[in-house]
């Protein structure tokens, strides 16, 4: 089966620093997906990155960022210039198509963004 | 609206009582999923649909009961609510295949007295 880890429940960053969201996951499978997933207060769910497991080249978008180390079954994300609006909880997620396409999610890590 | 929505937002419910939480999708995905969300545990999965009328167990099934007749929609059924069931219950959708990933709904949050 399948498992997410994510160490750090909570975390704070002040305004315009960078900050680092930590994620392991455990696998046999060679080919999967791997997600980063932003909640807001407002409970939406909004995916903020993907990286797909084949490609060695690190994913990012905008001032978000992945240190994805496939031996080492780690799954970073960077914020950059972190802004008040990244405050939120974040979950990280693994996906192998051979399973039903099911996610399987960390327990998340809450973000706090400080003035 | 396009996308996926869920009904109601927010329920509350007495121990015992059956409740249905509605789901619905407009992209015509294959795959729609429903999650419970809980601290500490992030998003377990409860129960997952490949295609209309083909459904399966997630990691925590028990309690549950779903039903797929048409693609765009997945009600999940509360048969006899506990309050162990007291949680934000995420549907969630996606297209399949390699490349994808899923779409989910604003959530709803019950309440089980």
């Known amino acids: 089966a399948q498992t997410v880890t994510q160490s750090q429940p909570e975390m704070s960053v002040q305004e315009a620093e960078t900050v680092t969201l930590s994620c392991t996951y455990d696998t046999s499978e060679n080919n999967y997906y791997l997600f980063w997933y932003k909640q807001p207060p407002s409970r939406q769910m909004i995916l903020v990155i993907r990286q797909e497991a084949y490609k060695q080249q690190n994913a990012t978008e905008n001032r978000f960022s992945v240190n994805f180390q496939k031996a080492a079954k780690s799954f970073s994300l960077k914020i950059s210039d972190s802004q008040l609006g990244d405050t939120a909880m974040y979950f990280c997620?693994?996906?192998?198509?051979?399973?039903?396409?099911?996610?399987?999610f960390g327990p998340g890590t809450r973000l706090s963004v400080l003035p | 609206d396009a996308g996926i929505t869920q009904s109601p937002r927010y329920k509350i419910t007495e121990t015992g009582r059956q409740v249905t939480l509605m789901c619905h999708q407009t992209w015509s995905h294959s795959y729609m999923f429903w999650y419970r969300q809980d601290l500490g545990h992030g998003l377990r999965l409860i129960y997952y649909?490949?295609?209309?009328?083909?459904?399966d167990k997630g990691e925590v099934p028990d309690g549950y009961v779903v039903s797929r007749s048409k693609t765009e929609n997945f009600p999940l059924t509360l048969e006899s609510a506990t309050r162990s069931q007291t949680s934000v219950y995420f549907c969630a959708s996606s297209e399949g295949g390699r490349s994808t990933e899923a779409f989910f709904g604003q959530g709803t949050r019950l309440t089980v007295v």
């Open positions: 997620a693994f996906m192998n198509w051979n399973y039903g396409q099911n996610f399987v």
């Open positions: 649909s490949a295609a209309a009328d083909i459904t």
